[in-house]
């Protein structure tokens, strides 16, 4: 009785456990390996700015010295010519400082005239004279001199002059406003077309060269008319602004469009690199260990195989230059899947 007992057991333990096993197969979840064939191509690497409309000759105009506003002598879209007066700040206290200035030079002029003439207040003339104090007589001439120079030279830098002859397309000042000194209060340019202004950031500048091609898209315009132009001029010195290094690029636009207005904003692709004909895999098929690239190809037996790869140029669609290594038409892996 005890035997047939043990018998029974032994079955259903049997049963379970194939049970188990065939429950576990059908919920084991598989590994599909995702490849992509290495393919020929061409590749290319971009720089993307933002940049705005600039006239070719423009100047910006800022006052040299801090105070407030009392004429303002044109508008925008005003047509000047060289040397006209385009506004002024206050030289109210200039005036006063630079009459009583020209009345003390006049005064140690006469002294001094009156020295060479004749004997002096003490009873020597002007060979009598030690070096010493003729030298004290003319440095105190000069120095009279040179205060009202000074003080010429600051009325001058209160009133902003038209640099040439051009049209004003920018101007913000008001009378009665204080500006500072350097601030950037207007624009004039020649009329004789426009180009586009970018800062380029100076991790980016080193791939930019003189008369690298580009595209160039206008907010103000349809996204899909595109302007091509060309890098004309990059500027030798860095400018700085909020901590971040960057230099000026100027771009010819091939063709003139009258609908370009002067501040618009300009969208820039610079095609920086260029390879032809080159095999290309996706950049997330390789992997990197110890300085060195692999990539994981197939092979015929439905097995993958880690091998050492050169790349070259990284493009922009994700895509990368395969020097060595590889072969046209290796699969290589980009990933896997799991699937039941």
Known sequence: MLTKKRIIMSIFIILAVWGGVVYYRSTKTAVLVQTETVKRGTLSETVSVTGEVVPKDYADFAFQSTGTVDEVNVKEGDIVTTGQRIASIDRTVLFSQLKQARVALAIVEQSDKQAHLRRNASGKSWADLKPEERAAIKLKTEQARENVRTLESQMKQNV?????????????????????????????????????????????????????????????????????????????????????????????????????????????????????????????????????????????????????????????????????????????????????
């Open 160 to 340: 902003l002059l038209a640099p040439f002859d051009g049209q004003i397309t920018r101007l913000n000042l008001r009378v009665g406003e204080v500006v500072t000194l350097g601030k950037v209060v207007g624009r004039i340019y020649h009329a004789n077309g426009f180009i586009v202004e970018s800062r380029i950031p100076e991790s980016d500048i080193v791939k930019i060269t003189r008369d690298m091609e580009s595209r160039i898209t206008f907010d103000a315009l349809s996204a899909d008319e595109i302007a091509l132009a060309k890098v004309s001029a990059i500027a030798v010195s860095a400018t700085t602004i909020q901590d971040v290094v960057s230099y000026v690029v100027k771009f010819e636009l091939s063709n003139s469009d009258a609908r370009l207005k002067d501040g618009m904003t300009a969208n820039i692709d610079i095609e920086t690199a260029r390879r032809d004909d080159v095999l290309m895999v996706p950049f997330r098929a390789l992997t990197k260990e110890n300085s060195k690239t692999y990539a994981e190809v197939k092979q015929l037996d439905g097995t993958f195989m880690k091998t050492e790869v050169k790349t070259g140029l990284e493009g922009d669609d994700g895509t990368i230059e395969i020097k060595s290594g590889l072969k046209e038409g290796d699969a290589v892996t980009i990933g896997s899947v799991q699937v039941k």
